[in-house]
């Protein structure tokens, strides 16, 4: 139990084009959900928390205007690059818990992101 | 804002001996968490640990907490080629911050067959 996809796996987008990532928790329901970035060979960093119903809160630093987040259902999560550059190439990764509270995550696979 | 530091960043051991990983962090936690990535993929959870522990196993692992020192362990004993993954720590707050973790550096193990 407790799965976590994301689609697409991986996506190539040109300069300046919009790309959705789309996080779903497949066997439980999830009100909150994270966001996460990873450039290569480093750590993660937490980008946005995704609620259900509301808006997502952002970390400092991150452009709401730029990582749009869409908590559309108990599901799922979306996160649209919008005017992507080659700096936003990134693996993003989700995060939800069945259980809410100070649990573990379970966390998606990813997905690859490369602006050209 | 990435609040762990973890040591040693690399670690190449040969099949069958022990890895340690160590990890500190700055602010107070709830609890700290222990996950394992392989190249490219997402991140597997291994261990939980809350403030109000000491100790804890899980099969092969195993896992201390010093919040005096704002510092934590993880040991995987009896190490196979199949635990070459990245291991990073993170840390939990609690109140309206549930479920948020902060990561550490992350220590990159190399097992040897």
């Known amino acids: 139990g407790a799965v976590v996809s994301q689609h697409p796996s991986w996506v190539i987008c040109k300069s300046g084009t919009s790309v959705k990532i789309e996080c779903r928790s497949l066997?439980?329901?999830?009100?909150?959900m994270f966001w996460y970035r990873q450039f290569p060979k480093q750590s993660l960093m937490l980008m946005a928390t995704?609620?259900?119903?509301?808006?997502?809160?952002?970390e400092q630093g991150v452009e709401k205007d730029k990582f749009l987040i869409n908590h559309a259902s108990l599901t799922l999560s979306t996160l649209t690059v919008t005017s992507a550059h080659p700096e936003d190439s990134s693996f993003y990764i989700c995060?939800?818990?069945?259980?809410?509270?100070?649990?573990?995550?379970?966390f998606g696979p990813g997905t690859r992101l490369t602006v050209t | 804002s990435q609040q762990g530091e973890e040591d040693p960043q690399a670690l190449s051991i040969q099949e069958g001996e022990n890895a340690t990983m160590n990890c500190s962090y700055k602010?107070?936690?709830?609890?700290l968490q222990w996950y394992r990535q392989n190249s490219g993929r997402g991140l597997v959870h291994l261990i939980l640990i809350r403030s109000n522990e000491r100790e804890k196993h899980s099969g092969r692992l195993r896992v201390t907490l010093d919040t005096s020192k704002k510092s934590s362990s993880l040991l995987i004993t009896a190490s196979r080629a199949a635990d070459t993954a990245s291991y990073f720590c993170a840390t939990g707050a609690g109140g309206t911050s549930y479920g948020k973790l902060t990561f550490g550096q992350g220590t990159i193990l190399t097992v040897h067959p």
């Open positions: 066997d439980f329901q999830a009100t909150t």
């Open positions: 995060s939800a818990n069945p259980g809410g509270g100070p649990y573990e995550q379970y």
């Open positions: 995704s609620n259900e119903g509301s808006k997502a809160t952002y």
């Open positions: 602010t107070s936690i709830n609890n």
